[in-house]
């Protein structure tokens, strides 16, 4: 099977200040299909219950490590849906997803605030799809 061919479309100046594509299109390739991600503890195993910036990059950090189980990395997710617990984390996360994709080459992204999580101390979920 050969490697997906990934085509970011460009954003419009709102969605660009945004961190997100309108669109990507994919051809050939796999999906890699990421179950929703949480955590309350960092990669050393310590507590950020409750801490939003430490919990999104220890999310993406995990979403990498599950990708690249499968042979694929960050740069391979096309689309993400993102649960946040409070809308006064939003502006924040779009700084922390324009940090994890510095070249500008950002998924499709829906961003939603909830009212509350699995368990306590969770701020922010996020899931996706990865094509490889």
Same mark, same amino acid.
């Given at each position: 099977?050969?490697?997906?061919? *990934?085509?970011?479309?460009?954003?419009?100046?709102?969605?660009?200040?945004?961190?997100?594509?309108?669109?990507?299109?994919?051809?050939?390739?796999?999906?890699?299909?990421?179950?929703?991600?949480?955590?309350?503890?960092?990669?050393?195993?310590?507590? *950020?219950?409750?801490?939003?910036?430490?919990?999104?990059?220890?999310?993406?950090?995990?979403?990498?490590?599950?990708?690249?189980?499968?042979?694929?990395?960050?740069?391979?997710?096309?689309?993400?849906?993102?649960?946040?617990?409070?809308?006064?984390?939003?502006?924040?996360?779009?700084?922390?997803?324009?940090?994890?994709?510095?070249?500008?080459?950002?998924?499709?992204?829906?961003?939603?605030?909830?009212?509350?999580?699995?368990?306590?101390?969770?701020? *922010?979920?996020?899931?996706?799809?990865?094509?490889?």
């Amino acid at each position: 099977m050969s490697a997906a061919k *990934i085509q970011h479309l460009e954003g419009n100046e709102r969605q660009k200040s945004r961190a997100y594509s309108p669109a990507v299109i994919t051809e050939g390739g796999r999906n890699v299909w990421l179950a929703g991600q949480t955590t309350t503890t960092d990669l050393d195993g310590k507590d *950020i219950s409750g801490k939003f910036d430490e919990q999104a990059r220890t999310v993406f950090a995990l979403m990498n490590r599950t990708l690249e189980r499968a042979g694929a990395s960050l740069a391979n997710l096309v689309t993400m849906t993102v649960f946040i617990n409070e809308a006064r984390y939003g502006d924040r996360f779009v700084e922390i997803r324009r940090e994890i994709f510095p070249d500008g080459r950002y998924p499709c992204s829906a961003l939603l605030t909830i009212s509350g999580f699995a368990r306590p101390g969770i701020l *922010i979920e996020i899931q996706g799809v990865a094509v490889l």
